[in-house]
């Protein structure tokens, strides 16, 4: 047991996920009390207790990283950066003139951040850099709509998504409040370039091919696609995906999408309750390299529960003969909200499936072009988007990233407002603004479409 006490809530965030990094397996508690005769104090079951008589952030960050390596003897690839954007540091450093030599050194020796960590950030900036130089990241935008319906739940899952079936009686109500939504934000943006537009979940495909259709045709025919350089629907599910929607995503312009196995591994998919076989996922691909696909994203995901590097040799064996597009690969990270309690995988293991999957990709010739990272990830490791040439998803870097506005449709969604320039709001200069959807369908719905007017 580790107990962290903290005379501020603020103080609190870093500091538990940076125990949390060091030791995944233990039970740690957190309390805030104003009253604590130390700022922060964090009590071990066995060992000396670490207390700070005062608050610094960049301080308390490096002095906590150092104590705890000394204390469980290992090091952190990331260091002690626990923001999920390492690339968004690095392009600040390119921007401001520093050479790749001194962003690298910068990153090892003030955030002790491994040498091949950061020179895997400092190629993905750069590579991020040349995709996005095309677009007006001012004066364009970007729109994504949510479909929060899946075929299952899968056990890791901790997105704003239900049961397909178990939804069908608020499926047309959130459908017509979608378009409702779509409609009025398209009519906002119309003097705007509209550069990419991503249909996730959820599992879009999740929908009949008559819901799927009312989506499709509601984009199609309020959002000016003339200049569209990217049109993404996340398939995702192999389950959910039929010959006759593959069709109909094809006849409305779609580009590019996903068809995710997470593992080609059988016994793992029905242990995290994904509802479909190896088989399914290899059907699906080739239909969609048959009707011309010829932007197919693969998911993957490492440190599932009960697999070795075996598997992931095996599955990346299998990826390879497909030949997707691209590959995101993710390592598994848990949250509050999913049903697995803890990553099982030991660190050493996730770290050899990260190495592997990062030498097959380049095999495959695929370049990594995004990365992002989350909060409790196995081995303190990171999710990275590898892409053939010209074939990256340039959504995913702008999400990311925060370089362009993001229209955002659905149950759950986020928008992003890109400034021009930096302003004052609440207090804080920032020229980023955010306007977040509710998270109940129910709200969503009966809130009408004045909650955007």
Known sequence: MITITVTKESFLYNIYHMIKA???????????????SHFVKIQFDEGEDIVYDFFDKKIIDKELYRQLVLKTKTTLPWGMLMGIRPTKLVTADI???MTKEEIIKKLKNERFVSEEKALLAYEIAKREEEILKPLNLIDGYSFYVGIPFCPSVCSYCSFSSGEYKAHQDVVPGYLNML???IKIKANQMKDQVLDTVYIGGGTPTALSVKELEKVLKCVKENLDLKKTIEFTVEAGRPDSITKEKLELL???GVGRISINPQTMRQKTLDLVGRKHTVEDTIQRFHEARELGFDNINMD?????PGETIEDVKETMKQIETLNPDSLTVHTLAIKRSSRLSKVETPAKIIEEMVDYSYQEARTMKLLPYYLYRQKNIGGNFENIGYAKVDKAGIYNILIMEEKQSIIACGVGATTKIKLKSKQVIDGKETNLIRKENVKSIKQYI?????QWL
């Open 250 to 252: 094809k006849e409305y």
């Open 300 to 304: 993957l995901i490492l440190g599932l």
């Open 446 to 450: 009966e809130r009408g479409k004045d």
């Open 22 to 36: 060091f030791y995944p397996a233990k039970e740690i508690t957190s309390k805030v009390d104003e009253k604590a």
């Open 179 to 181: 378009c409702e939504e």
């Open 95 to 97: 921007l401001a003139g």
